[in-house]
């Protein structure tokens, strides 16, 4: 089952981000990208897509015009 997950800074999350592969990174950002930007910018919001455990994509989803969708949607990390 694919889910949106909310990043965090477990040693699960972090080992899937380290194992995950990009083929190519030219028009998007790696996942180690998406999190500084997050980092210094509290309207984005790190997502994990997750196939049962199983990263499968990253991405940065701004929040400013979402923010009660941003704030109760997410599946935790684990």
């Known amino acids: 089952m694919i889910q949106l997950v909310r990043y965090s800074t477990t040693r699960g999350a972090l080992k899937q981000i380290q194992q995950y592969q990009l083929v190519n990174v030219m028009y998007t950002a790696t996942p180690q990208q998406v999190i500084r930007a997050c980092k210094s910018d509290l309207e984005r919001t790190a997502v994990m ?7 499968v994509g990253f991405f940065c989803l701004h929040c400013s015009n979402l923010t009660s969708w941003c704030e109760c949607n997410f599946e935790e990390t684990s």
Do not use: E
Not at 49 to 55: A, E, F, R, T, V
């Open 49 to 55: 897509i997750m196939n049962g455990n199983q990263l």
